[in-house]
């Protein structure tokens, strides 16, 4: 097992939090290696943690233990789980961090309608999914319920520190999965945020996601795209096709982003500020002519 | 001595200064360790800093080294010092930036009345604090002078830079405390706060920080607590008892959070801003009925 | 080679940007140490981007790997470059990002008025310097050409990941950096601004930085400065003298700083916002009496 640890929570860096975790984790495994995905989700935001998670772990070993916490149900029922994929190992609450993580292994999550929640995009409801190994024989999922992984006092508002991280640092160890906890067959998924296709020329994505330059990341992929020439509305501002770059094109422009998604972008400025559009906001990508 | 190294400060990370910082000890240690703590301290928040640090270093190994700089005297005579724990190692300016750390070890370090400072509580005035090793024989402290531990240049306004990740990252090579300077058996604290318990039935906490969530803790412990039922006030709003955790209660709830203090908390949102609370902000507890 | 990776860049820590490069660079090269100088460089601010990390490779073991992003024009036909220096090896866009450095290397870069970006100051205009090796053996450039040590797709928006991490790990893991790409003799460089000496005892300074505690680093060397005594003015303010440290002289004061550059700062408070002063502002150095 790598000693290779991330961490993706909405804890931010003013206070001790993420520290702590780290001296959790280096005090269980001190050869372990940390690197910070992202801590900077906002309070709470179950979805946007759950894409800033899927759009960073797939460019780490595929060994890594990917550990995430956003957590508002900390101290109730909810589930913390550890569910092993060919591409990560992933240890967080049970309340739809991992969705997009499970999308990528081809589970259907897929949703409509919505609301706003933090920076991303949150379709109303969560449901137990079932992951039957038949269907996806190479997810394994388990109920963190070995109290011998965590630290002695748990604490019921800092999960991170007193059982996700003491967990994956036992992970890194080499501790097998399965003495974690008990073999589970279904997670909890926040279903995605999907593109509409209106008619055959006209496709209706949102945006999922606003990055720290004020980019609009949409849920629309290049394959849902109707074939060009394209014209591309949000609020009352009408895009004349697709940009191959920020340089090119005009000031307000849309392209293919290194996430493979549409996005609306302005030439060094804010297209969030300019547009005043955040997640939620609709595009209209329609076939001109 | 261990290779691991903390590091708090309130230097931001919107600079090149902690960078910088781990430069000077790699370049000193090439193997060593370095996990931030925190560097959002507010500016020249000594008291927040103090808080900050004591709430983390616990969860590191014994022997890692704590790097703490909060410094509005750099320059002045405010020494530099060295403290050795049984439960860490510490490296900061002397000018009670290790207040928290000493009352672990027994340090009486109260006070009473204050001001508010950056998002910590301030009590007025410091004082210099004899800690002889008749009492306090775990303790030891060195005041910094062996300039052949800094870099050859000093500053007059960078010693996290030209002294203290210097003497650290000698530290984690092994060098000897007593190496580095003079013992010193007195230290400068800034006087903690305390809660009031003006009778049987009543105690009068005070919030000491606000986190990322705007969760509020106060000076009061669980067993400052008068015994339940409770009513606990906080500007001209009443919380009935305590709360097991966030996802329990009511909006506004109190709770013992995970570092064993009373919390005013609000949620899935800011108690902080809610109440319009901050440091020094009075929460009264008491038995009814 | 050394393992030791350095990243500075505007990408921030509210998205995964930084992770996702510190997984690229883990994928190529497990054992590589990666440490941030800084990623709150002002959205696509390359003169601010290149005094930070002027200020901050110096410190680091001179074979460390310093890769920088501030790359406006990612996509673009900006060549992808990458330095060799006694120093240090910088890996970047070829826009200007490295002036700082170059000028340490004794490369004149030096220009006059400008406009202000972001937390820095701007000289207009850049332009290809050439670095004939006859004056500059020490320095080598090349023009990253060689597709295989990139990732195998790169996206139109994010070289950060596809190309310059992947070299930066290829790099600490050994491969020469001839076998990059292309030698080349020259690079981009933005005039940096400079003090101008009006009177043999009257020099005009300008405010290059900003810091988190709303200190302003100007464009004078101490050995710009005409003989004491001196009166600095910054807008309606006069300063009498240099102050020894932050913890001596008046409220306002000025002083050497860490950088070696004279600073204007408020004892215990923000110079910048209490004298509304940016990048740009004159600061009028004058002998008195």
């Not at 090119?248 to 982003?257: F, Q, T, V, W």
């Not at 972008?265 to 990508?285: C, M, Y």
Request: hydrophobic fraction near 45%.
């Amino acid at each position: 097992m790598s000693s290779l640890i991330t961490l993706t929570t909405d804890f931010g860096l003013d206070d001790s939090f993420v520290g702590v975790m780290k001296g959790v984790i280096l005090s269980i495994n001190p050869n372990a290696r940390i690197v910070d995905i992202c801590h900077n989700v906002s309070s709470q935001g179950i979805q946007e943690g759950a894409f800033v998670l899927a759009s960073a772990y797939p460019y780490f070993p595929p060994d890594t233990i990917h550990l995430a916490v956003v957590d508002p149900g900390v101290g109730s029922g909810r589930r913390p789980i550890a569910l092993a994929t060919p591409k990560g190992l992933f240890v967080a609450p049970d309340n739809g961090l991992l969705t997009c993580v499970l999308a990528d292994f081809g589970v259907r999550v897929e949703g409509a309608g919505g609301t706003v929640e933090g920076r991303g995009y949150r379709v109303e409801g969560r449901s137990l999914y079932p992951l039957p190994s038949t269907l996806y024989p190479d997810l394994k999922a388990v109920h963190l319920t070995e109290l011998r992984f965590w630290l002695p006092k748990v604490s019921a508002t800092f999960h991170g520190r007193d059982i996700f991280a003491p967990v994956a640092a036992h992970l890194s160890l080499g501790v097998p999965l399965g003495q974690l906890g008990e073999a589970i067959d279904s997670l909890e998924v926040s279903p995605l945020s999907q593109p509409n296709r209106v008619a055959a020329g006209m496709l209706l994505a949102h945006v999922v996601y606003v990055d720290r330059f004020g980019n609009l990341t949409t849920d629309a992929r290049p394959e849902d795209l109707p074939p060009p020439p394209l014209a591309i509305s949000i609020r009352d501002r009408i895009i004349s096709g697709l940009s191959a770059s920020y340089a090119e094109g005009g000031a307000l422009l849309a392209l293919i982003n290194s996430g493979d998604r549409l996005e609306i972008a302005l030439r060094n400025g804010s297209a969030a500020r300019t547009l005043d559009a955040g997640p939620g906001e609709v595009v209209k990508i329609e076939r001109i002519g």
